[in-house]
């Protein structure tokens, strides 16, 4: 079983930036493909970012692309998400979610094991 703990969220200006970060434990981190999604209220569960085992591949939503980077460092178990020149509709819950497959996935459904998940919100 694969825990998933996100950190980094809070409240922002516009234009401004975050980097969140989840860390976990349990399984083998490095097999893992990892993605973050956010939800923003009233709204469904939207891709964000996704990144292969050892980092070579990654794939970005179009709205963030450009603005967002999507990192891991598998000596520590993290997955991070920079997210810079951040405007209103950035505004979500944020979430990681690992598949043991390794294969990038943009689907949130193809992916077993979720975060809890840290709120964003961006002031205009």
């Known amino acids: 079983q694969v825990q998933l703990v996100e950190s980094g969220g809070g409240l922002v200006q516009a234009g401004g930036s975050l980097r969140l970060s989840c860390a976990a434990s349990?399984?083998?981190?490095?097999?893992?493909?990892l993605g973050w999604f956010r939800q923003a209220p009233g709204k469904g569960r939207e891709f964000v970012a996704a990144?292969?085992?050892?980092?070579?591949?990654?794939r970005y939503a179009d709205s963030v692309r450009g603005r967002f980077t999507i990192s891991r460092d598998n000596a520590k178990n993290t997955v991070y998400l920079q997210m810079n020149s951040l405007n209103a509709e950035d505004t979500a819950v944020y979430y990681c979610?690992?598949?043991?497959?390794?294969?990038?996935?943009?689907?949130?459904?193809?992916?077993?094991?979720w975060g809890q998940g840290t709120q964003v919100t961006v002031s205009s």
């Open positions: 349990g399984g083998t981190f490095g097999s893992y493909a």
């Open positions: 990144i292969s085992r050892i980092g070579a591949f990654t």
């Open positions: 979610a690992a598949d043991p497959t390794g294969v990038i996935r943009l689907r949130g459904d193809e992916y077993p094991y």
